[in-house]
């Protein structure tokens, strides 16, 4: 290429004075090498048809170097540019020499380029004009010379100046040669004139306004089908591209229309002959098998041309749908699938078949075959586009597998259905939370999803389950979290989320996948739809929105109607209501008062009431949906009218009242009547202006309407009562709404109205106990003595209820309400159940009512031990005493759940609300009569649950209750012997004891009886103190030793200690240690010890044997007994210390070396050194002073102990310890200061921390065991009392021992000041 830069370099040279020929220097122009070139020569050489052509080529060959240097060409465009238009002209028509005619023409193309460059057009249009002459008048006659005359023409109009169409003298003639040249069998010139008639009609087109003529039209039908039939016809791709690329701007030009194209009359009726005659096929026909070999090229841009080529054929034309029709007939379609599966997904011809293919698809019927045999090539088409955002085809690729999918579906395989979901779900995923697709392919996108859910070969697929699952979780974060979303893009959504849910729900799947995909669909309905749909409402432009969302939930609610309400629906429809559902319903209703919003609202309003009630529950509202107002207002406006002549009127108030009462179970009645006044403000602001009012007005308005209703229908309800449950929701509402009147005291209400109510009640069955019932108006119902009655036969029948279901009856009644409304205190239901259960049991009931009555009374208590104190107040145990002594106690199993009744109130009730001493006294004697026939026919069971009432009872009178109820117990002749018969029977087994644990009957009796004698011990201890018998340190079982009340030998306790059973062991040294310190206690008043020589020791060598046992509780009761055993040696005149010196030391030494090693373990440290302490501090104060003990306790050894001692790790033994040492003269005044600071850090950790820890310590020992039968809770809670009130506290409680632990640091500081004194 030439610039004009290039041509001022160098000065010019000065060309010679003339040529050879004598010709002026003017037209000499001088060349680089000192030469020059002759331009009148040179022409004279290149016009003349004789000379020779080795002449011309040397003289082309040398024009072409010349024109190369700067300097030459600047002088032949400067003053001679047009000089040579005319010679090199005539070389291409003189000469048939085609490497001559290609230097020309490249001459001729670089003077034109040369001469643009310098802003000169005139050259190349000049050139123009006369090869167009040279073509149009024929003289050439399509020799060779013509073609290059051809190429040269098209060389020169491949250029984008418009103007030289206009320089073109003769068009028509010109046109119609080249029209006729097409003809010819050479696919050359063929292939050159297609490129100059699209050249000449493109720049036509451009350069062509209103008042131009048309040269092309009058050659329309030729012009249209002789390209074609090159096209058909050709081989070469480039004459292929020159045909397209005509017919291209001919289709755009609109030449493809019928209108011109039926234009023959345009020409001569010879031509219309000759042509008709040529064109047999129909122009539809003649395109498709034209463009049949385009498509098959190996050449791209020929394909992607032929394609853009059939997009203008089908979209230009004016058929309705012939040419679609011929196309898909000649397998036009069946080519672009093949087009595409060898495309290697290059996006231009991908795009462009996709176009063709859409256009295609309009023949719906005949195109669905083509697209079933194509279907394979669109699934990796899909997960190609889908890839791209925004990617231009993506909506026509969804478009076309939709097609296929809805109207093909044998043809698409369990795999194409998992493939298309990934590539979908990669779709939306790829969305990001912005929308990375058109609108139109998102609906697409949803649709398509759809499709694929209701395709015969999808259900089964987890794959495809999974993607349904993750598309969906990705649309709702892209279409919730855009502002600027598209209106049905939403909705589209929506549809989607909505047969998601219903996917694979009508064959009634439960399939895990299905089951979690419902899941799924449930949670985004309710964590992202839902509080997003609350966001908005108010800003919504229309209502197809709120209307869609309503529909989506409205479907789910639907797909249970006709089967049990599954539980993850049920808690969706719960999720909806506690989110004040109802009351953005009745928001809609009053943004969008349409027809069909009304219909909708009060429709899923029942489904709602459906779900939440069950048995079609809300077919009321759907009674009267449409006859329902749509404004809100008018609701309680119903309720004030008299309905006993209108029975559309009825309908309405019923769904009234259940709108009411559904709204009012979920504490959604003060949103509601906020919805309900918001609609007056619709006629001033077309949007919904949030306003609070307040609560009393609220509740005023429904109570006078409630009132109203009662006072104006009451006559009616007996008669209308068996169709419909107005009774029970009456009821429960008007119960609420005087509720919260109750609770304001600024709510008048009208005694006339509760007049008629109770006595309309009084007259006919109702039960509001077997529906949901909100607990405002439960408390309310039982706190008027008027119904006591009526609530009496309802519990009753809430007992049978309860009794045969094993569970709550609704989702609101249960025993945990009752319980609440009991342990409250301000109502009748405590008083209520007594009196029912007394009134079963002295009316001669049924024992199924009174069993059913009786557990749930002691189910009440174990849910709320507080209930026990109200059932008391209530005289429960006069109750259960006539149980007793009804002659029905003969039924096993009434006797088994009084029993199991009795053991519950014992637990729960307070010694304090126990009061009836007669009662019990009257209880404790049935029971003792049954005693000795239950063991002799080996109840077992029965035998546990009497010897555990009699330790309960024992328990409450060291409380000072049921003290004579206690006193009965203790000296029952029959129970004694019992209880030394069983004792006998486990002692003589000797070792093999330890294998009847409480898992074997024989070892859990034993138990039962240990604990009865624990508690025994402690009551006769507080109300028996005198009764102290050294009997019980005697070997000899004679009768005249024997035991006049319940007690246990010391011998036989130390045998049940040495082999028994962990549990036995643990029962039995508590029993021991309460009876050494009932007799310490005595002996430490009176100075008097009954026993034989040697007694003690013998004792003791058994509980020595104990110190080191697993179970330091164990080993604390031993310890605490050996201390005893020591304080009765001067009385025996006996040294326990002498006897078992060694072992003592043994003890002492053990508790030494684990004091002075460091523990990383704070509780290691503070608990298993106790029982040694125990035994050391006994040793300390013992009146005879062993040797050993200075050596035990050196100074190095008790700095040692004393550095170890920290705040974390003090304890009450260890401080006795201490102090007992410091008596003894062992702590010197550093020891005692060290620990004085110990203390007192102690004391500053513990006043700083908290100790809720034993707060629920009771509570605890309540509920232990909760889920084992009642003979095992009893076990576990008595062994719990006894831990926790034993004498060696042992219990582990830190508030207690805390407590006790601060009383012997008071000690040990009120001493060691004592001793700094002295």
């Known amino acids: 290429m030439y610039s004009t830069g290039a041509l001022s ?59 190369s240097q700067s300097h030459f060409l600047h002088s032949l465009l400067t003053f001679h540019s047009h000089f040579l238009i005319s010679p090199l002209v005539y070389v291409l028509s003189n000469f048939d020499d085609e490497p001559i005619a290609n230097q020309t023409i490249d001459l001729i193309l670089r003077i034109c380029e040369a001469a643009e460059s310098n802003s000169n057009e005139d050259v190349r ?434 797909q249970d109607s006709d089967t049990d309400t599954d539980t993850d629906t049920k808690k969706f429809t719960e999720s909806l209501v506690s989110c004040s559902w109802f009351s953005i319903l009745f928001g809609c209703l009053g943004l969008f008062p349409t027809e069909r919003m009304r219909g909708r609202a009060y429709l899923i309003f029942g489904s709602v009431v459906d779900v939440l009630l069950g048995n079609d529950s809300g077919q009321p509202i759907r009674d009267a949906a449409f006859l329902l107002p749509s404004d809100p207002t008018d609701l309680l406006f119903l309720l004030r009218q008299n309905s006993s002549r209108n029975q559309e009127l009825f309908c309405c108030q019923s769904a009234v009242l259940l709108i009411l009462y559904i709204s009012s179970l979920y504490n959604d009645r003060y949103k509601l009547l906020n919805s309900i006044l918001h609609t007056l403000l619709y006629q001033i602001s077309t949007r919904l202006t949030v306003v609070l009012f307040a609560r009393i007005g ?246 546990i649950l009497m010897l555990s009432i009699f330790s309960l009872i024992l328990y409450h009178s060291r409380n000072q209750a049921l003290t004579e109820a206690s006193k009965t117990i203790i000296l029952s002749a029959p129970l004694v012997s019992t209880v030394n018969i069983m004792i006998s029977e486990a002692c003589s087994k000797g070792p093999a004891l330890v294998d009847h644990d409480e898992r074997t009957n024989t070892g859990e009796v034993l138990i039962f009886v240990l604990l009865l004698l624990f508690f025994s011990l402690r009551s006769m201890r507080a109300n028996l103190p005198g009764l102290v018998d050294f009997r019980v340190l005697h070997e000899n079982d004679t009768e005249t030793e024997t035991l006049s009340y319940i007690s246990i030998r010391c011998h036989d306790c130390c045998k049940l200690m040495h082999y028994g059973s962990p549990l036995v062991k643990l029962i039995s040294s508590f029993c021991l240690t309460e009876m050494l310190t009932g007799l310490s206690d005595y002996i430490k008043k009176t100075d008097d010890l009954k026993c034989r020589e040697g007694y003690v020791s013998s004792v003791s060598a058994v509980l020595e044997g104990l110190i080191f046992f697993d179970d330091i509780r164990v080993s604390m009761n031993c310890a605490q007994c050996l201390s005893l055993l020591m304080e009765w040696e001067d009385l025996e005149n006996e040294s326990m210390a002498t006897d078992a010196s060694n072992w003592y030391r043994l003890i002492v030494e053990e508790l030494v070396m684990s004091l002075v090693t460091p523990s990383t373990t704070p509780y290691t440290f503070m608990v298993h050194h106790k029982p040694a302490a125990l035994i050391a501090v006994a040793l300390l104060k013992s009146s005879r002073v062993l040797p050993w003990i200075t050596k035990v306790f050196d100074d190095l050894s008790i700095n040692k102990i004393i550095q170890n001692v920290s705040p974390s790790n003090v304890s009450t033994e260890l401080v006795v310890l201490f102090r007992e040492l410091m008596n003894s003269g062992y702590l010197n005044s550093e020891h005692i200061t060290h620990l004085n600071r110990v203390f007192q850090a102690w004391r500053r950790h513990m006043y700083n921390k908290s100790e809720m820890q034993d707060t629920n310590a009771m509570e605890h020992m309540r509920n232990v065991a909760v889920n084992q039968d009642h003979a095992t809770k009893a076990r576990a809670y008595l062994v719990s009392l006894m831990l926790s009130h034993s004498v060696a506290k042992t219990n582990g409680l830190r508030s207690h021992c805390s407590k006790e632990l601060l009383e012997e640091i008071e000690i040990f500081t009120k001493f060691s000041m004592e001793e700094d004194e002295t």
């Open 9 to 67: 370099l160098q000065p010019p040279l000065k060309p010679p004075e003339s040529c050879s020929q004598g010709h002026s220097s003017t037209l000499i122009l001088p060349t680089a090498e000192g030469g020059s070139i002759c331009l009148l020569c040179l022409s004279a050489l290149l016009s003349n048809p004789k000379s020779p052509t080795v002449h011309v080529s040397y003289a082309l060959s040398q024009l072409s170097q010349a024109i």
């Open 698 to 943: 609220d509740d005023k308005l429904i109570l006078a309407s409630l009132e109203q209703y009662i006072l104006l229908n009451s006559g009616d309800f007996v008669g209308r009562v068996s169709i419909s449950v107005t009774i029970e929701l009456l009821v429960n509402l008007y119960g609420l709404h005087r509720g919260f009147a109750k609770m304001s005291y600024q709510i008048p209400y009208s005694p006339e109205a509760e007049r008629i109510l109770f006595q309309l009640l009084s007259e006919i069955d109702w039960n509001s106990l077997s529906t949901r019932i909100h607990l405002t108006s439960l408390k309310w119902l039982f706190q008027q003595e008027k119904l006591c009655k009526s609530l009496s036969k309802q519990i009753l029948w809430f007992c049978r209820q309860h009794s045969s279901n094993g569970h709550e009856i609704t989702q609101t009644i249960n025993l945990h309400v009752f319980a609440e409304l009991i342990t409250s205190g301000d109502n009748f239901v405590a008083m209520i159940f007594i009196h029912l259960l007394g009134e079963l049991v002295g009316n001669a009931g049924q024992d199924y009512d009174i069993i059913s009555v009786i557990k749930a009374v002691t189910e009440i208590t174990e849910v709320a031990p507080a209930a026990s104190d109200q059932f008391c107040m209530h005289g429960i145990d006069d109750v259960m005493l006539s149980i007793y002594l009804n002659s029905r106690y003969a039924s096993p199993e009434l006797r088994m759940a009084i029993s199991q009744l009795v053991i519950s109130i014992l637990i729960s009730a307070q010694s304090e609300s126990i009061s009836n001493d007669e009662a019990w006294i009257g209880i404790a004697a049935k029971l003792l009569d049954n005693l000795i026939p239950a063991v002799a026919l080996d109840g077992w069971t029965e035998v």
């Open 125 to 558: 249009m000049e050139f123009a004009a006369r090869v167009s002459n040279c073509l149009s008048t024929g003289s050439l006659a399509w020799s060779r010379r013509q073609l290059y005359m051809l190429h040269c023409f098209g060389v020169l109009l491949d250029s984008q100046e418009s103007k030289l169409y206009a320089i073109i003298k003769d068009k028509d003639t010109l046109i119609c040669n080249l029209i006729t040249g097409l003809q010819l069998s050479s696919e050359v010139i063929q292939g050159e004139i297609m490129f100059v008639l699209y050249r000449l009609s493109l720049l036509q087109y451009i350069d062509m306004d209103d008042n131009s003529t048309d040269v092309f039209a009058a050659c329309g039908p030729k012009l249209v089908h002789l390209p074609l039939e090159v096209l058909m016809k050709s081989e070469s791709d480039d004459v292929r591209l020159n045909c397209v690329a005509l017919l291209t701007v001919l289709a755009r030009r609109g030449f493809f229309q019928g209108a011109c194209i039926n234009h023959v009359g345009s020409v001569n009726s010879c031509e219309a002959d000759n042509f008709m005659q040529t064109s047999e096929q129909s122009l539809e026909v003649l395109f498709a098998e034209a463009v049949k070999g385009p498509l098959l090229s190996s050449d791209s841009q020929l394909q992607i041309a032929t394609l853009d080529l059939i997009f203008l054929f089908l979209s230009h034309t004016d058929a309705s749908g012939k040419e679609l029709q011929v196309l898909i007939e000649q397998n036009i379609a069946d080519y672009i699938f093949e087009m595409l599966r060898l495309s290697g997904r290059e996006d231009p011809i991908v795009n462009s078949s996709l176009q063709v293919l859409d256009l295609l698809s309009a023949a719906e019927q005949s195109f669905r075959q083509r697209l079933a045999i194509g279907f394979t090539t669109l699934v990796p088409i899909l997960r190609h586009v889908a890839e791209v955002p925004f990617h231009p085809v993506q909506c026509l690729v969804l478009k076309l597998i939709l097609n296929c999918v809805s109207n093909c579906p044998g043809i698409i395989s369990t795999s194409d259905v998992g493939e298309i979901g990934i590539i979908l779900t990669r779709m939306f995923k790829n969305l990001d939370g912005e929308i990375g697709m058109l609108p139109e392919t998102f609906s697409l996108s949803c649709r398509l999803f759809v499709a694929l859910m209701k395709f015969p070969s999808s259900p089964g697929n987890s794959s495809f389950v999974t993607s349904i699952m993750d598309a969906s979780r990705s649309a709702v974060s892209t279409c919730l979290g855009d502002s600027q979303i598209h209106r049905d893009q939403i909705l589209h959504f929506l549809y989607l989320l909505t047969e998601a849910y219903a996917y694979n729900k009508c064959d009634g799947s439960s399939k895990a996948t299905d089951m979690e995909l419902r899941i799924c669909i449930l949670d985004l309905c309710r964590l992202k739809l839902l509080p997003w749909f609350m966001t908005v409402i108010n800003d919504l432009e229309g209502e197809d929105i709120a209307l869609g969302v309503i529909e989506t939930f409205h479907s789910i609610l639907l």
